[in-house]
Structure formats: C-alpha cells, structure tokens
C-alpha cells in the first residue's frame, strides 16, 4: 500500500487496511553519525497513520563523541570512506599553512602601518588596505588571470608559487619601516604580488579539491575545507596579534620571526600538495605513467604518482617515456614534407612525432584528448626503448613501435581507466595545437 495513503487515511483502501491485523514498519536512519530509530504506526490516532522517531542512546565515551563531532564539523559526511587518500595529509598541512599565513598577515600589516607613520588604529588601518589593496592587488589580479590554462595543467605547482608570491609581498611589507621614503613603491610591489598569489590559490582550488572527490561530494568536500581554513585563521590571528604585542613589537623582531613563519608557511603548503592525488593528464603525469607501464607493465595510480612530481620543475623530461617535449609551434619541429609522411605513419592518428636533438616532439590536433596523447607517448617510449636496445634509430623504428602500440593500447588505456585516470582531456596548459585539415 502506497505510504501516502496510508498516512492521509479515508476511502475503500483505508479501511480494508484498518481490517487488517496492524503491520508496523520500522528502519533506523543514520545522519551526522546519529541514529535515529523510525516507526510506522498504520492505527494512528484520528484514523490516519502516524511517524514515531527515536533517538537511539549512543553508549560511546565522552571523547569519541567530541572526535566524531569535530569530524562532522570539519570533514566530509562518511569521511574517510568518501574521500581520496591523501586528504587527511592534505588537510594537516592545510590547517599549518594557514595558521602560519594570518600570522604572517597580523605582522606585516603592522609594518605597513608603522612604514606610513600612523598609529595602528581601525580606520586608518582600513584606508591603507584600501588603497593597496584594492589598486595594486587587482592590478596583479589581471595580469595572473590570463595564466588559467597553465593552472588547469599544472595546479599544484601553482598552488605553491602562490604562497611564495603571497609570502614575497608579505616580505615587502616587514621591511617597509626600514625605507619608509619608499612606502608606496614597497607596499604597492607587495601587494601587486599578493594579487597575483590570491589568483591563482582561487584558481587551483577547484582541481585540488576535485582530485578528493570520491562519491560526487565536491560540494561537502569544499565546505569543510574552507571551515578548516578559517578556523585557523583566526587562530593564527589570535597568535599573530599576541607576536605583534610582544617578541615582534619592533622591525627587528618580525625580520627574525617572518622568515621562520615563511619556511613552516611555504613547508606546509608544499607537503599539502604532495598528498594531492590530481587524476588528470598533463605532460608530467602522462609521461610518468608511460615510463611505469614501458619498464614493468604496470599503471600507476594517482595516490601513487603524487609524491614522485616534480613540483618545481614538472617540464622536465623523462628518458624512459621517450623524452616527449610537447606544445611546440609546429613550424619549429616539423618541415611540409615531414608533415605528409608522418601523417601516412600515423594514419587517422591525432598527434605527430619527430625526433629532434635527442628530443621527441609532439604535436597535437585540437581535438586531442588524453586518449590520444597516451597513444602519441606510448610510441615515443616504445621507439625509445627499440632505440637503446640497438634495434635502429629512433625515427627508423616509429613505425614499428606504432604497431606494437596499437597492440597493447586497448589494454593499457583500459588499466588506466580503471586506476581511476581521467582520459576525456589532456591538459597541456597555453601548449601549440593544430589543425591537420589545412594540410588535406
């Protein structure tokens, strides 16, 4: 029987239920990790059924319930089963990052209003941030917008120059009181670098987030981030305020303390994106999961990628994956003629290859997608491979190691999938893409 109609009663239907001997129904909801035991009554009173809810009686001690509430407040619901691995790391050094960040703020807020010759006071204090702030901060702003494609490929590394963008300007201001005819060349630099640093932590915050997601929870996973984030915040304010009034009352003392607050600063946020495992293709991760798939068979999956980026220098180049060096303007690697043989090599292919001082290039259609740049690279590696094993020279052997990988591609993509990879796009920042229509 329908619960509605049960519930609103009357009719041929409620009565023949009522005839019946009385059924109770019963199921225990479970939300914000309290039980609640539900029942329903189909002899209600006024004829009309009736929903009981009970609290169950939680038996676990004191100190598991603050835990379990602390987790409620601040991690995802079904936490850790509905996350990633890595984001309990993440979120560590999140909460160090930023609890070293607002008292970095606290301190060279006070410079800057030192530099200026005024008192610390709240108005004076709010017409300064408005001038630096909202003038050389939004300068910095757009400039670093026009920039978003390299975030999309590379959002960690971003991540991390932002935080040492944000930590220069903050340098900029501790030493403002100690060239005060200077104040608004120093003070504005500092904050045209903290406009750039806000853009681009905004900017990489969604794919940092989404390589957590595990069970379409981005939206719960964001909330709780920024609750951690402005939790310690505002500890980190209430610790900068205590350092402003003591040990860090004088230049002096915050040239000595700001450097040490800088290196847990820019420590935490590097070892925060260590632990992020970003599922999507870039020229890093592609040629990283090439290598491991050409030397064991073996794909690698994200969280086992992630502490072996190079964050500082993801352009390098990996021998083993064929030392494939992409997004280069076709006209520099390629010549008409080997456009039309490489293109009878690759037959239906979306990507060419050329060697070229001891380099692999790589030149992609518009179109491409990561699909098409795994295929591109697993024949770069084969070739490679060939190549060291004494079987020929590189561009001798394309056309070989083209066969041997459409041979094992079915396979390979498929692990790769499976080890949860997203292969729809290959994000290779501003690189060159062409084409190949304009050469039929």
Not at 302 to 314: Q, S
Request: glycine letters at 8%; aromatic letters at 8%; one cysteine or more.
């Amino acid at each position: 029987m329908n619960i509605l109609e049960r519930i609103r009663g009357g009719g041929d239907k409620a009565a023949a239920a009522l005839e019946r001997p009385q059924q109770l129904e019963s199921w225990v909801e479970i939300s914000e990790s309290v039980s609640r035991l539900c029942s329903f009554d189909a002899a209600g009173s006024g004829g009309g059924g009736r929903i009981s809810v009970k609290v169950i009686q939680d038996s676990r001690p004191i100190h598991d319930k603050v835990i379990d509430s602390f987790l409620n407040k601040f991690f995802p619901s079904g936490y850790p089963y509905s996350v990633n691995e890595g984001y309990l790391t993440y979120t560590r050094f999140r909460a160090l990052q930023h609890f070293s960040s607002a008292m970095l703020h606290v301190l060279s807020t006070q410079s800057l209003l030192v530099a200026a010759g005024l008192r610390p006071t709240p108005a004076q204090a709010t017409a300064v941030s408005w001038i630096l702030k909202d003038g050389m901060q939004h300068a910095g702003k757009l400039i670093c917008s026009s920039m978003g494609a390299r975030m999309d490929s590379e959002p960690k590394s971003w991540r991390i120059l932002a935080d040492v963008l944000y930590d220069f300007g903050t340098a900029l201001e501790f030493i403002s009181p100690l060239c005060p005819q200077l104040f608004l060349e120093v003070a504005g630099l500092g904050n045209f670098a903290k406009g750039m640093a806000v853009v681009a932590a905004r900017a990489t915050r969604l794919p940092i987030y989404s390589s957590f997601a595990k069970e379409g929870n981005l939206s719960d996973l964001f909330a709780k981030g920024e609750a951690i984030s402005t939790l310690f915040n505002v500890m980190g304010i209430g610790a900068g305020i205590g350092l402003a009034s003591t040990v860090c009352s004088t230049t002096q003392g915050k040239l000595i303390a700001g450097p040490l607050l800088s290196a847990v600063h820019i420590y935490g946020v590097v070892q925060e994106m260590r632990a992020t495992p970003v599922n999507t293709l870039n020229p890093q991760r592609t040629a990283m999961i090439v290598a491991d798939f050409v030397k064991s068979g073996k794909v690698s999956s994200p969280a086992e990628l992630r502490y072996r980026e190079d964050l500082l220098f993801p352009n390098r180049l990996i021998d083993e994956a064929g030392s494939v060096k992409i997004g280069q303007p076709l006209r520099r690697v390629l010549t008409p003629r080997l456009v039309g043989e490489l293109r009878a090599t690759f037959p239906n292919e979306k990507f060419l290859l050329n060697q070229k001082s001891n380099k692999t290039y790589m030149v992609l259609e518009q179109s491409a997608s990561g699909e098409d740049a795994l295929r591109g690279w697993l024949v770069a590696a084969f070739a490679s491979e060939m190549e060291r094993s004494g079987m020929g020279s590189r561009d001798a052997l394309l056309n070989e190691a083209y066969e041997k990988m459409d041979r094992v591609f079915p396979t390979f993509v498929s692990e790769v999938k499976s080890r949860g990879w997203y292969t729809d796009q290959f994000l290779d920042g501003n690189g060159s893409r062409i084409a190949f229509a304009k050469f039929q």
